[in-house]
């Protein structure tokens, strides 16, 4: 079946100004992650949604930094007054909640959205 | 908490040689393991995981690692390497019920000689 979408898959935009990231994860998957992968500093976890729990936002690096995920599928990672240092690939990752326990989330990853702060 | 520590940010092989990528994990609590390969400009593909069952774990295109509790390491192998393995390799860390996200190492690129 299909995999982890992401869109735009390229974006350039200017300091200051807002843009929004999308996640398709895998249908059905229960769980979505993001993450940013940086230059030199390897992959970083932002936040974290669970069905219809509260996300878990312990990563997101500042309060300009948001997500949501509606209806639990899609997800928007939203960047507001963008900085240089917000210059990243972002992943989107999926994973099933599999029946019974314990849970091992193994994470399907998404192409990422490589974004450039001018 | 934890983390994982990728020994060697670039490696590389000759065709047909042996592939050692070395990842060591620190965990107080028994880990779940992840190797992901990253070719260019694509996401990250899961080539296995750990998870408490063999410590001598099977992935796609010829890779095996073997989770060493003694060691806290998840070495990735292959025995002989392609010019296709070239991409970037990273570890990854969960505690695994409950546990939310995965903690990356900082990844090893693999380039592969012809």
């Known amino acids: 079946g299909a995999g982890v979408s992401q869109s735009p898959s390229n974006k350039v935009t200017e300091k200051g100004k807002d843009v929004e990231l999308r996640c398709d994860p895998i249908s059905g998957h229960t769980a979505l992650y993001w993450y940013r992968q940086s230059l030199g500093q390897g992959l970083e976890f932002l936040i974290y949604f669970q069905g219809n729990s509260a996300p878990d936002k312990s990563g997101l690096p500042s309060d300009r930094f948001s997500a949501e995920r509606t209806g639990g599928s899609v997800s928007t990672l939203t960047i507001q007054r963008t900085q240089q240092e917000d210059s990243a690939v972002y992943l989107c990752?999926?994973?099933?909640?599999?029946?019974?326990?314990?849970?091992?989330?193994?994470?399907?990853f998404g192409p990422g959205t490589r974004l450039l702060v001018l | 908490a934890q983390s994982v520590t990728q020994l060697g940010s670039h490696v590389s092989v000759s065709e047909g040689a042996l592939v050692l990528l070395r990842c060591n994990y620190s965990?107080?609590?028994?880990?779940?393991l992840f190797w992901y390969v990253q070719y260019p400009n694509q996401g990250l593909q899961l080539l296995l995981k750990?998870?408490?069952?063999?410590?001598l774990v099977k992935g796609i295109n010829g890779f095996e690692a073997e989770f060493k509790k003694s060691e806290t390491s998840f070495h990735l192998t292959k025995p002989s390497a392609h010019m296709s393995d070239a991409a970037e390799y990273f570890c990854a860390v969960t505690e695994g019920t409950g546990a939310n996200n995965l903690f990356f190492g900082t990844g090893t690129r693999l380039t592969v000689i012809p």
């Open positions: 750990y998870t408490s069952a063999a410590t």
């Open positions: 965990s107080s609590v028994p880990p779940y």
């Open positions: 990752a999926s994973s099933p909640r599999l029946a019974g326990g314990p849970w091992v989330k193994t994470q399907y």
